[in-house]
């Protein structure tokens, strides 16, 4: 996201091909257990190297979404906690929450 010129959050979710399914995969998880990067795509349906891609591991980090939580020194696959008390974890939440009360 630092490369980009966002202005909005609707522009961040539009600016990047798989984000939304993204988005909505981190919501479908448990809030409580740390990710790898395989895991949030295999929750997201998405192939990890798609995500790797379009970097939106950082995109989703930098707006607060994701915590990383690994020790980025180590060899290890990245690890990411949500931020279930992040503004933008908060607004996802609740628009997949009315969109669905209307079916």
Excluded: C, H
């Excluded at 979404?65 to 990411?80: K, P, T």
């Amino acid at each position: 996201m630092d490369d980009k010129t966002v202005t909005s959050g609707w522009e961040l979710v539009a600016a990047e091909d798989e984000a939304a399914t993204v988005i909505a995969g981190l919501l479908s998880v448990d809030t409580a257990r740390e990710y790898t990067r395989s895991e949030i795509a295999e929750a997201a349906g998405v192939p990890l190297k798609t995500l790797y891609l379009i970097d939106i591991f950082d995109d989703l980090e930098s707006v607060g979404m994701l915590d990383r939580v690994d020790n980025s020194a180590a060899d290890s696959e990245a690890s990411y906690r949500i931020n279930e008390d992040s503004d933008v974890y908060l607004a996802a939440k609740q628009f997949d929450q009315a969109v669905a009360s209307l079916e």
